[in-house]
Structures are given as C-alpha cells and as structure tokens.
C-alpha cells in the first residue's frame, strides 16, 4: 500500500555520481503514487560505520528538496568516489497502521539493529506480539514486529535466509520488505504477494514497488539493456552490498545456512523533517472511539424508527413512499417492481472463461487487473477469478481518503493469502478530505438531498486509475465485481431524474440524463456560491471518468457468475478471515467511511437508506422474501456510531454541529 525503493552501487564501480543521483530521485518521486502521507530515505555507509537517515510527515518531494536529504546524498556519494559501495533504501507512506504524526512511526523503521522499509500491512501484528512476548514493542507501527522477529531467529543461528522464512512465514497480511543491518554487507528484498521489481547487473541493483516505475526509469535516464525483473510472491533475495552475490530466499523452504561476516554497531544519524510529531491523528475508529464514554455525543442522534416503520411501502417489495418518483397500483405494488427485469446471471459462466481465454499469459505474467476496495464483492470476486477462472490478476486499489483500515486490513489479508500484487495509487489525501469538508459545509446551509453524491465524488477516479493502470501494466483485460444488486436510483431521482429501468449497467446514465444532472448541479453551485471551492474540477472530473471515459477490454464478473450472498460471506469469512466492523454486523460496504454518513442523512430525512434498495432488488430476484428483507433493514439501517463519527472528526468538523444541523432538516415522512 505504500511505495518502497533503492539504489545500491558496487564498490570501486565505474558508475556516474549524477547517474546515482538521477536514478534515486526519480525512482522515489514515481513512487509517490502509492502514498504522500510521509516519507524517508536512509543511506548506509560502511567506512563510517553510519546511517544517515532523513524521514518525516510530508511526501517523498519535499524530503528531496531538504537540507538534510541533500547532505546525507553528498556524504554517501563521497564515500563512494573513495570506493565504497553507494547504499540508499526509502519509502513512501500511505498511512495505516500508527499515525504519520508520530515520528517513530514513519519509515524507514530502526528496530534492533535492523533498518527496515515495508509495503502492506500485516494483520496479526497484536497477536505476534503476544506470542512472542519475552520481545519489547514500542511503536504503534506493524513493521516493527517484522523486525523484531527476524532479529530474535538471527540470534539463534545467525541463519539470514532461515531468519527471513520463519518470520515471513508467521505474518498474516502483506509484506513487500527491504531490510539493512548494523552487522551484516547484506541488503534483503522480500514479498509474499509479489509488489516488488528490481534491475539488476554487475554494478548496480535497483529495486521499487511496481515494474511500471523502473520501466519509466529505464526509459527516462535511456538505460541500456536494462531488465525488470519481477520478485515473485513468497520468494526473496539475499544480496551482498560488496560482492554483489544473491542468494534467492524461497519462504516456504528456509533451510540453508547463510552466514556473514559480523560488523561494527552502526551510529545512526537521523533529521525528522517539519518536526510535527507531538500530536497524534489515530484512523481507525476502533482505536479510539468508546461509546460508553460519548454518550453525549451518541444521544444527539436522531432515532425516528418508530416513525418509519409507519411509512407506506411497496407490498412486494420495501421502497417506501418517500422514494423519488414512486408510485403504487391497486394493488400496493411500486412502478419499481412492476418494470424490473430479472438480471441474475445473464450467461454462463463457461461464457465467461471462453472470452477471457485469449488474454490468458502462459508466461506467468499477469493478465488482469480487478479493481479491489477491500470490500466483500471485490473480495469475492478476485477470489474467483484467481482460482476458478485461472487468471493471474493484479488487484487495483484507488485510495482517495475515505478507505479505511479495516478494508486496508481485508486488502493485505487477501492478497497475502492468495500472493497477488496489490497495485495502489493514492490520491492527495489531505486535499480529497479538505474537498469533501468545503462541501458538505456547503451543504449543510442549504441541505439538499440530491447534492449528496458530491460528498463521493473523489472517489470516481478509480475508473481513470485502473484504466492507466492497464496502460502503464500492458495488460488489456480487466474484469469488475460490480454487484447489480447495489442499484441505487434514488441517488440521482432526488435530482430530479426519473429512473431509467432499461439502463445497461448500475452506473449508466443515458445522454439526456446526463445533461439534466449536470443542470442540476449547476443550479445549486449558482444558488450556494459554498460549492465553488477547491474541488470543483476535482468533481467535474469524477463526472467525466464515470460518464464520458471510453471503456473496453472490461467485463463484470457477475453477468456471468451468480451472486450469492450466503455462498460469498463463508468464502470471505472463513478462508480470509475476513474482519467486520465493529458497529454493524453487515459485511457490505463496511470499509467506506462515507456511507455511514450519508446513510444516516438519507434515513433520517427520507426513512431510508441503501439497505432498502438493495434487499427489495434481491425480493425482486426472489433471493429473500420479503419479510427476511425487512427483518435485515431494521437492523442495517441502525446507526453505525463509530463510523460516522470517525468520518466527521477525519474531515475537520464537529460531530455535534454537523448531527444537529442534519437533525433539523424537514423529514418526507410525518414523525409523529
């Protein structure tokens, strides 16, 4: 989930300084898509027996620019037009476990005389912890115990190889890893999921996160027979920073002994960058949020249950009057029921596997790309395309700032587990939230509920992300696990737009359509000048991507494999040990934050939420009766506390203005 890198030169080699210089700064400014939360370099000098090490809470850019990072660069390239071998490793973050805030828990990491970087997360961190006990923790940050174990197995046998095995193999999650020791000439590269290439040749090793990344290198400083060459998951090296020899590590065999000579303690020279490290932003709500202990921030939620069981609703299925655009015959029953066609697996599954057939690489190269939240249908689906359709898929995560850890959690079990690379671009985090808080300040003086999509508007890029996703990868084919289950017509009907029941996808909106949204949203920028901000293009753009992007080589898994509820939550629950939130027992659409938030606005002004729609389509496909779907909103539709409370203090504002203002909004149902 974050970007790692390196450059490593042999000693008394022929290579240019401004070579060394080029290719490690913009091998780390490329991979700034994969985090800009913070960032650090550290570069190690054998001769002085030291580490430089220059980190902080701001991207990979600015470090760059830094004083520091240019001292610690013109130090490590003295030493080595002495002869001595050039060593630089760094990393850039996209913040999940432990916040960017304190400074011992950016990377590079120092643990045991161990400098470590790390890409992904791993899951079972707490428990290592516990099993391992006579070893002292003292961050917050998951990397820590990675290094903490390798370390302890060394001590026993001084075996690097068998070291790196028995640790790897006790992680749960996902682990793409470089690691430098105060007492050994050897540098390890490691990954059981596959996210990490390297260039290698007799003077130089080059290592970064994604092949996409060394491959713009090649082509930018015109490297001449220059090969990326991909670590394959659960496999790693073992490479001596003198002689340049390898040692290939397979996780699942650590048997061989692997000895180096022993050096000297390293002194460890570190600058922490902007020096903000004194106050702590946790990002998970479950680390910090007690409901025993809010309830008077819990009590200012509105519950109008009562109220809304009242409200009329449709007898086959359970669209409530307040639904935009509804209306009922004689019989009770909505329009919505009345033109819905059955769209439960429309061909085959065989089908399917004919038509991705051709793109099917029997190199051992990837040839798909699933987009990948984390969520259970994504989940789902990456799981059948890896082992049911035999496809060798790279999973694409888009994090635009409301992904939480739990889904980032999910992402690195999943991945972990079935070794796929996880490809994740991020987005300016800070500003994507800086976005949503301008807008929903906005919305707040003149509450509209068709303006609630632009709260998610960021998060639309993922349709242009995966497709340069697929340009930059070579690979054509990308299947979507998008659920036609989730239609959700009432998003776009309180902006005035009929519902199109003919529509191709969930997501399609015909010409005409499109049009008249784009009226509506124009009307209300020109009637509430609070929407003209800084995301206005960003919202423009999401219009485009989702809309107006051409898309091809693409299809959606479930045309052609049947959705099952039951069938999805055993996979994810028992072969995953997939984790659920804390405040509700659903497993869908659990690692956005947003949608506890505009759930609860929907709910409490038009006494319903997503839940509805969704369990009246699987009435309508005969999945669940109608008395099963209502039993399963009255307990979805509860208020998910942590969530949303998390959500609104993540963006900047205050819980209990923000849950008032909602509360007084005129409700579509009587609440008496």
């Known amino acids: 989930m974050c970007g790692i890198f390196g450059v490593i030169v042999k000693e008394n080699s022929a290579i240019a300084t401004g070579f060394i210089t080029k290719a490690l700064e913009n091998v780390a400014r490329l991979s700034i898509a994969r985090g800009k939360d913070s960032s650090g370099l550290v570069f190690k000098n054998n001769t002085q027996d030291n580490f430089d090490l220059v980190k902080g809470d701001i991207p990979v850019y600015e470090i760059l620019k830094s004083e520091a990072y240019k001292n610690a660069l013109k130090n490590a390239l003295q030493q080595f037009e002495k002869g001595n071998t050039f060593q630089a490793i760094g990393h850039a973050r996209l913040v999940t476990n432990g916040s960017q805030l304190l400074e011992v828990n ?3 990491v120092i643990k045991d005389g161990i400098i470590g970087i790390h890409n992904g997360i791993i899951v079972n961190a707490d428990e290592l912890w516990k099993q391992h006990s006579a070893l002292k923790r003292e961050y917050e940050i998951d990397t820590e115990i990675l290094l903490s174990l390798v370390r302890n197995k060394l001590s026993v046998n001084n075996s690097l190889d068998k070291a790196i095995c028995e640790t790897l193999q006790q992680i749960e999650g996902t682990v793409s ?50 090969s990326v060459t991909p670590l394959k998951a659960f496999t790693g090296l073992i490479f001596n920073t003198r002689t340049f020899v390898k040692q290939n590590i397979l996780q699942k065999s650590p048997n061989k002994q692997y000895v180096s000579q022993l050096h000297p303690e390293f002194k460890i020279g570190k600058v922490n960058l902007k020096g903000n490290f004194d106050k702590e932003v946790v990002i998970d709500p479950s680390v910090f949020i007690n409901r025993a202990n809010e309830k008077h921030l819990y009590d200012l939620l509105e519950n109008n249950e009562d109220a809304i069981k009242k409200v009329k609703r449709c007898t086959k299925c359970l669209l409530p009057e307040t639904f935009p655009f509804i209306y009922y015959d004689v019989k009770g029953e909505c329009n919505y029921c009345k033109n819905y066609k059955p769209k439960v697996q429309i061909q085959s599954f065989d089908k399917l596997k004919e038509l991705v ?16 939240s984390g969520g259970r249908d994504s989940t789902y689906s990456l799981h059948i395309i890896k082992e049911e359709l035999g496809l060798n898929p790279i999973a694409f995560t888009y994090d635009w700032g409301m992904v939480t850890d739990l889904a980032r959690r999910n992402i690195a079990r999943v991945c972990g587990k079935m070794g796929v690379e996880n490809i994740v671009v991020s987005a300016d985090i800070n500003w994507k939230r800086e976005n949503i808080r301008k807008n929903i300040i906005a919305w707040l003086k003149t509450p509209h509920l068709g303006m609630i999509p632009l709260f998610m508007a960021g998060d639309k890029y993922f349709f242009y992300y995966c497709d340069r996703v697929k340009k930059q990868t070579g690979i054509d084919l990308n299947i979507w696990g998008i659920n036609h289950l989730e239609n959700t017509d009432f998003k776009t009907g309180f902006a005035g737009l009929p519902p199109k029941f003919d529509k191709k996808r969930i997501y399609s909106l015909s010409i005409k359509n499109q049009l008249n949204l784009f009226g509506f949203v124009g009307k209300n920028l020109i009637r509430n000048p609070g929407y003209i901000n800084q995301s206005v293009f960003d919202s423009l753009g ?19 494999y049947k959705w099952d509820e039951k069938e999805l939550e055993e996979l994810i629950l028992k072969e995953y040990n997939w984790e659920k939130a804390i405040d509700t027992n659903s497993t869908w659409r659990i690692g956005d934050g947003t949608v506890s938030f505009y759930n609860y606005i929907y709910y409490t002004v038009a006494g319903f939420t997503e839940n509805d729609t969704f369990r009246s389509n699987q009435v309508r496909e005969g999945i669940i009766t109608r008395e099963e779907a209502l039993k399963k909103i009255y307990e979805e539709n509860k208020v998910r506390y942590e969530t949303l409370r998390w959500y609104i203090e993540i963006i900047g504002l205050d819980f209990k203005e923000v849950i008032t203002a909602i509360n007084k909004i005129p409700k579509l149902y009587p609440k008496n």
Not at 218 to 226: E, G, S
Not at 357 to 372: E, L, N, S, T, W
Not at 542 to 560: E, G, M, T
């Open 106 to 108: 950016n990377q590079p």
């Open 177 to 226: 890893t470089a690691l430098m020791f105060n007492d050994r000439d050897e540098l390890v590269i490691a990954t059981n999921n596959g996210s990490l290439y390297y260039i290698l040749n007799d003077q130089y090793l080059i290592f970064a996160s994604e092949e996409f990344f060394l491959k713009s290198l090649v082509k930018k400083l015109n490297i001449k027979n220059a």
């Open 357 to 372: 057939a051709p793109y099917k690489r029997k190199d051992g190269h990837p040839d798909c790309i699933v987009p990948f």
């Open 542 to 560: 999401s219009f485009a991507v989702r809309y107006l992007a051409p898309k091809k080589d693409y299809f959606h898994l479930f045309d052609y």
